[in-house]
Antibody
Framework: EVQLVESGGGLVQPGRSLRLSCAASGFTFDDYAMHWVRQAPGKGLEWVSGISWNSGSIGYADSVKGRFTISRDNAKNSLYLQMNSLRAEDTALYYC??????????????WGQGTLVTVSS | QSALTQPASVSGSPGQSITISCTGTSSDVGSYNLVSWYQQHPGKAPKLMIYEGSKRPSGVSNRFSGSKSGNTASLTISGLQAEDEADYYCCSYAGSSTYVVFGGGTKLTVL
């Protein structure tokens, strides 16, 4: 059974940093691209970033480019999102999502339950 | 404002069919056969319902179907059931600069 478990969310002040993690199990992690998708409270879905199976292809939404860094450790079956210079508008539930391809951008066939990031002073 | 345009809400009675539209541009929906649809119940993670425009993942009911015409994709749910009441989001690949765009979501109410 595919499982994606996010962690690392919390309350953080504007301008500070936070690192999210996603622990994957139930599939061969290094065969697939992975993504972060976020959802602000009461709002819709927004793709944040994606990374190919070997980290050779990485993409970011314009809203986070230059501030967020996606990475993965295939030996640890883990996906990460380093978030710097956080803003109030980054407040959201952050989902880790699996791609059914080794290097692609959509779709997202499995999702975690999310980790909540709140940016506030 | 979302990159893809969906109606905010649609409704239908049990047993009826409804269609949710998703309008993009020639830079996303119109250029790639990579539209996907997600169902999200309150407090739950999204679930993939349709990918590559019209394909259903294993385990998804054949009451769900997808199509595309020009810059507009559509999700049709036939034989509406109470459990179909949820938010639905469309998503498209948008090229090597923008990558991925979502619609704003459509709330489906089963009357």
């Amino acid at each position: 059974e595919v499982q994606l478990v996010e962690s690392g969310g919390g309350l953080v002040q504007p301008g500070r940093s936070l690192r999210l993690s996603c622990a994957a199990s139930g599939f061969t992690f290094d065969d697939y691209a992975m993504h972060w998708v976020r959802q602000a409270p009461g709002k819709g879905l927004e793709w944040v970033s994606g990374i190919s199976w070997n980290s050779g292809s990485i993409g970011y939404a314009d809203s986070v480019k230059g501030r967020f860094t996606i990475s993965r450790d295939n030996a640890k079956n883990s996906l990460y999102l380093q978030m710097n210079s956080l803003r109030a508008e980054d407040t959201a539930l952050y989902y880790c999502a699996k791609d059914p391809h080794s290097s692609g951008w959509t779709p997202f066939d499995y999702w975690g339950q999310g980790t909540l990031v709140t940016v506030s002073s | 404002q979302s990159a893809l345009t969906q109606p905010a809400s649609v409704s239908g009675s049990p047993g009826q069919s409804i269609t949710i539209s998703c309008t993009g541009t020639s830079s996303d929906v119109g250029s790639y056969n990579l539209v996907s649809w997600y169902q999200q119940h309150p407090g739950k993670a999204p679930k993939l319902m349709i990918y590559e425009g019209s394909k259903r993942p294993s385990g998804v009911s054949n009451r769900f179907s997808g199509s595309k015409s020009g810059n507009t994709a559509s999700l049709t749910i036939s034989g509406l059931q109470a459990e179909d009441e949820a938010d639905y989001y469309c998503c498209s690949y948008a090229g090597s600069s923008t990558y991925v765009v979502f619609g704003g979501g459509t709330k489906l109410t089963v009357l």
